[in-house]
């Protein structure tokens, strides 16, 4: 078995780590590109969204690499992302890919149906190997969201940029080639220290923007044109609302995002799919924490980031916080993304500055 898997922001790191020492032969993917999307596009449904694109365009590319099998998640509830490995599978195999897919659905939802997939994915090694393996691929998912956090804070502070961002990628690799627990939680201490070394400005006061919207265009650079480097080499502080770590626990153990579904009952009081709740909870925790505004990154026919952009305005309005849409399809440019950031923080640094003259 030739397995590949597709790209989301870091993930690919815990991923290949776990499916190696699993006992699998990995066919890593070229990293996302335009390539990527233009294959997707040829041969998605006309309508399928941004995700569903970089995906089909991935797989394509993998099994042209020679992968075989194909790992992802499935999903639940009123959103289309719950079919796109199956609707995936059919396109694959309509043109000439018998390809096998192995979709893990959330185990809360299915656990017969999610143990019968991971099987597949322990049989080589047994399931002992597995937990040791587990307890590797948790303790990397941990310290990847903690070194990005961190990358975040520093960012906008950093007298170069682009020496951050090469100590980030640094660490990376140092937290990539761990293999014990012992060396995981290393690499990150060697990973903060050499960030933490790199000259600030310690008088500088980015502003403080949130970051939300639908799980696989906030955290793939690709998707959504590298918008937090963008945003943290403008001098903006990005906390994003979405990590790696949060959003596996809340799908494996159903941990997490309660509070921030309680915060957006005000206005949106059920589940509409995906993260479109989420969406609008953010967004009232934000401006409950002092944020100067949020962006929105949202597929374009992403239903669930459809509905809660036609309630942004009122909780925008509410709470006092400007929030910035961007729809992401094969259309968007990096250029029209950075005109519509520049614009946005322009409005963001008059509404802080007429605040601290009041």
């Not at 950093?158 to 640094?170: C, G, N, P, R």
């Not at 949202?298 to 459809?306: D, G, H, K, R, Y």
């Amino acid at each position: 078995m030739k397995i590949t898997f597709p790209y989301m922001g870091t993930s690919h790191l815990v991923i290949s780590f776990f499916l190696k020492e699993l006992g699998h032969e990995i066919v890593y993917p070229p990293v996302p590109s335009q390539k990527t999307l233009s294959l997707g596009v040829k041969y998605a449904p006309e309508f399928a969204c941004l995700p569903f694109k970089i995906l089909l365009g991935t797989y394509l590319e993998a099994l042209e690499l020679g992968a075989d099998t194909i790992l992802t998640s499935g999903g639940c509830g009123p959103c289309r992302a719950g079919y796109y490995g199956e609707i995936h599978r059919r396109i694959l195999h309509d043109l000439g890919y018998p390809v096998k897919m192995i979709i893990l659905e959330p185990p809360l939802v299915s656990p017969r149906d999610f143990l019968h997939q991971l099987a597949e994915l322990v049989r080589p090694k047994g399931w002992l190997n597995f937990a040791k393996q587990f307890r590797i691929a948790w303790a990397k998912l941990k310290v990847l969201d903690e070194l990005e956090s961190t990358l975040h804070k520093l960012r906008p502070l950093a007298l170069s940029k682009q020496e951050i961002t090469k100590v980030y990628e640094e660490g990376l690799e140092l937290i990539d080639q761990a293999r014990s627990v012992k060396e995981v939680k290393a690499a990150l201490e060697e990973a903060l220290s050499r960030l933490h070394n790199v000259p600030i400005d310690p008088y500088c006061q980015p502003l403080k923007v949130g970051l939300i919207g639908e799980i696989y265009v906030v955290l793939e650079p690709f998707a959504n044109h590298d918008v937090e480097k963008l945003l943290g080499e403008m001098g903006v502080y990005v906390h994003r609302s979405i990590f790696l770590m949060n959003w596996t626990r809340d799908n494996a153990f159903g941990y997490g995002e309660k509070d921030v579904r309680a915060a957006a009952v005000p206005y949106l009081n059920q589940l509409v799919g995906g993260h479109g709740q989420n969406s609008i909870g953010e967004v009232v925790r934000y401006a409950e924490q002092g944020f100067d505004g949020v962006i929105h990154l949202a597929p374009f026919t992403c239903i669930p980031e459809i509905v809660s952009k036609s309630i942004m305005p009122a909780v925008s309005r509410d709470k006092g916080i400007p929030v910035l849409t961007l729809f992401l399809d094969e259309q968007t440019g990096q250029a029209g993304i950075q005109t519509r950031l520049e614009a946005f923080l322009d409005l963001l640094r008059q509404k802080r500055m007429k605040q601290e003259a009041s």
